[in-house]
């Protein structure tokens, strides 16, 4: 996975924290946690807001869809 695997990260996100509110997050614990998942392999210093923004969302939807 990359910055640009937004829907995957978002999936992993939530098979790993499926009872955290995506929304509540900070923008530095969720580079932190994209960074440590498994099939992880882009360079951790190019992300920037709107990727992180993007991740959040796609997380986001999955976690509403199984609410």
Known sequence: MTWDSTEDIG???FE???QVDPL???YTDL???VVELEGFEDDPHASNESKLEAIQM???EEWKDNQ
Request: proline share 7%.
């Open 11 to 13: 999936i992993a996100l």
């Open 16 to 18: 790993k924290f499926p």
């Open 24 to 26: 509540q997050q900070r």
């Open 31 to 33: 580079h932190k946690w």
């Open 58 to 60: 796609a997380w986001y």
